[in-house]
């Protein structure tokens, strides 16, 4: 028969997580708590509801166009700004917090940007204006008499004329401004009689055939850019060569076939150390040029690591592509270590081009994603098929290898590999970790250097630590998704209008707000959880999550954007360890801000009104770990739990008529709220499983008690 005692506490198993209750996920028939959340008014927009408008990064001021009769105004906070025009377009806070404003008018068909609320000087044409990271200075297009000019906020010398008048050199085209990060220096690329140079500070460099975008190092202090001379590629470094010679370098554009989707990514990074790190085509392969030599070549590289007193050491992921569509396509990756290439491991094969094209999704996915698919190509070669060149990160379901990571006292190398269908491994100094079906996050070290990934096995997202399951949780059919948080740990040289981007995600996918800390994000189809040290948080259904982290004293504050809805009706809100704010429908996540109070504010759009909204302080949240992330069991100073809700597993009537009976071992997680989790047979009897486990979900516990504080327990 089908007995009660068979499923008792000794077939559960708990693990031990100093995980407080405000940021325990509820479960889905309760639903997430609701915070009080103050709302203050900010403007409303009223029957320019569609118009466009900009919100300032404190959350403090938003700007929008008015039509009225006599023209276009610009409103801040309901008050009348500045008018009135013909055309009000650019709408722009400056990146300080919003303490300045500017946007693109027209009046009398002349355009002109207006600046604090003052017309500058009217052109044919005005373009592409960009604020230095501190708001003192800035920069945009003009048109003259079918000539472009840079006019910069500040002073610029003429050089034809030696004129100050605020305004450079005339030519056929411009580039974008891009400024140091300082603000004290401007570059730009131009043309004039189809030769292209870069202009700095005012003085035009050499003409070439073609110049890439510049980057200043983040000193200010140096200045890179890429320049092609007869068919051949090199890097400009202060104004001189350096370098080998290409036949193509990557410029930091993102296209599939002949269509460009992005430009203006990233096309170099200038380390302190070792100076400019590109990646290039010195023969016919792929090489990144690291002090201005070039490595292996391959069909796709990543971007290198360093590590060392002296930073000299590196490492990067490389794979070739073989075969063709009509036979299947795979690329085969390894690892190289300074000069020392590890062992080769290949990935799927690829049959159907539109399957493969679904691990890149959308474009967000494709420069966001920490899924172990493609990120961030640089090109699509339609020859071969798989994406080739820079590449932000390898995947090792494309590639065979994922892109290598560093421990931060520089012993450790690990990356992961794909050993074959449904069999990946995280290797370390040349050593396999256990197999999963996938590996979905990471791996990453934490700042303190243990070895954090997530693992796929069994449909369960299971997260390791230093080779050993901490967590798990039951999701068929997860996987980590696009990621965002803070703060950055990486591409902090990124131009000015991707930086925000950039230094918000993580090449792992696995952020580490201090030194033990995970957290990450995994979706199913369209919903979305987030996961601090393995441990979820409400499902929602979503289009995308934006999280950020805080530490007020020693305890971690947790904040993320939910983003979904419909394009007609998008809805967005903001959740504060575990507890829901008001729904609105657009979230600004770029001004959600955590206060030394412990409350977090933010700008949001409901309808036509603009509200700055104020979560309620909340003291209950994650501390620090006191204890390592092993199972703890009932004995010695943890006390066996009263149960107080039992509920009799129901005998199927498929098993009861076959005379089916015996014992079913469960794993699960009793949480702090004292409800059963991830609950998972380790003793089956398949006709009896889903009965013990409804059964034993249903289960309630008093809280267990560990130094006081609520604690799940074995």
């Not at 990557?250 to 203006?264: E, K």
Request: aromatic content about 10%; proline content about 6%.
């Amino acid at each position: 028969m089908f007995r009660r005692g068979v499923i008792g506490l000794a077939g559960v198993l708990v693990f031990l997580q100093v995980w407080r209750s405000s940021l325990a996920a509820p479960s889905q028939e309760q639903g997430a708590p609701r915070a009080e959340v103050q709302q203050e008014l900010l403007g409303d927009m009223g029957s320019s509801r569609d118009s466009e408008y900009d919100v300032s990064s404190d959350g403090r001021r938003v700007a929008w166009r008015d039509k009225r009769d006599e023209g276009w105004a610009v409103m801040i906070n309901g008050e009348r700004y500045s008018g009135d025009y013909q055309e009000v377009e650019n709408i722009r806070f400056s990146p300080d917090g919003g303490a300045r404003l500017s946007f693109k008018a027209k009046q009398d068909d002349k355009s002109f940007f207006v600046v604090d609320g003052e017309p500058g000087e009217a052109y044919d044409e005005v373009d592409t204006f960009d604020f230095t990271l501190d708001g003192k200075r800035f920069a945009y297009h003009s048109k003259i008499a079918g000539k472009w000019v840079m006019v910069v906020g500040g002073q610029s010398i003429m050089q034809s004329t030696g004129e100050n008048t605020g305004r450079g050199d005339d030519y056929d085209e411009l580039g974008p401004p891009r400024f140091s990060d300082d603000g004290q220096r401007l570059a730009y690329r131009a043309k004039r009689n189809k030769k292209e140079m870069i202009v700095v500070d005012g003085a035009p460099g050499p003409a070439y055939d073609e110049v890439g975008e510049p980057i200043f190092s983040p000193d200010g202090q140096h200045l890179l850019y890429p320049a092609k001379r007869e068919k051949k590629w090199v890097v400009v470094v202060d104004g001189e060569e350096q370098g080998p010679e290409m036949t193509e370098i990557w410029l930091g554009d993102l296209r599939l076939g002949d269509r460009r989707l992005v430009s203006g990514l990233p096309w170099a990074h200038f380390h302190h150390q070792v100076g400019p790190i590109y990646v290039g085509r010195v023969d016919k392969g792929w090489s990144p040029i690291i002090s201005g030599t070039a490595g292996p070549e391959f069909d796709a590289v990543s971007w290198p690591v360093f590590w060392g007193g002296d930073e000299r050491h590196h490492a990067y992921a490389g794979a070739v592509v073989k075969g063709r569509w009509s036979g299947g396509l795979k690329g085969e990756g390894q690892v190289i270590v300074n000069t020392e290439a590890g062992p080769v491991y290949e990935g799927e094969t690829w049959k159907d081009p539109n399957a493969y094209y679904r691990t890149l999704s959308a474009l967000d996915a494709v420069l966001w994603s920490v899924a172990d698919a493609l990120r961030a190509p640089s090109g699509y070669q339609w020859g071969k098929g798989l994406a080739e060149g820079a590449l932000r990160s390898l995947g090792a379901r494309s590639f065979g290898v994922s892109s290598p990571q560093v421990s931060p006292d520089g012993k450790r190398v690990a990356y992961a590999a794909r050993r074959s269908d449904k069999e990946y491994v995280v290797v370390v100094n040349g050593e396999m970790g256990p197999a999963f079906e996938s590996i979905e996050c990471g791996p990453g070290f934490t700042p303190k250097g243990t070895l954090v990934y997530v693992g796929v096995r069994e449909d369960k997202l299971v997260l390791v630590r230093d080779g050993e399951a901490a967590t798990e949780f039951s999701w068929k059919d997860a996987d980590c998704t696009h990621f965002w948080t803070a703060p950055a740990l990486a591409w902090n040289n990124a131009p000015r209008s991707w930086s925000n981007y950039w230094e918000d995600s993580q090449q792992s996918g696995i952020s580490f707000p201090d030194s033990d800390h995970v957290v990450y994000v995994a979706a199913r189809d369209d919903k979305r959880r987030v996961f601090i040290d393995g441990i979820p948080g409400e499902e929602y259904q979503a289009e995308s999550v934006i999280v950020k982290t805080h530490f007020l004293g020693d305890e971690l504050h947790v904040a993320y954007v939910v983003r979904g809805g419909t394009e007609q009706s998008p809805l967005a809100f903001v959740v504060v360890d575990g507890q829901e704010g008001a729904r609105s429908n657009e979230v600004f996540a770029q001004t959600l801000q955590f206060s030394e109070e412990g409350t977090v504010t933010y700008a949001a759009r409901v309808g036509s009104r603009f509200f700055r909204m104020t979560h309620p302080h909340m003291s209950t949240t994650l501390r620090h770990p006191r204890a390592s992330l092993q199972p703890a069991r009932v004995g010695d100073s943890i006390k066996r739990p009263k149960k107080t809700k039992d509920v009799d597993p129901h005998y199927p009537l498929e098993a009861r008529q076959a005379w089916i009976q015996g014992i079913v071992t469960l794993e699960a997680i009793i949480d702090v709220q004292r409800e059963i989790r991830n609950a998972r047979v380790l003793r089956s009897i398949p006709a009896l499983d889903q009965a013990a486990i409804d059964a034993v979900r249903q289960w309630e516990y008093e809280p267990t008690l560990l130094d006081g504080q609520p604690v799940p327990i074995i």
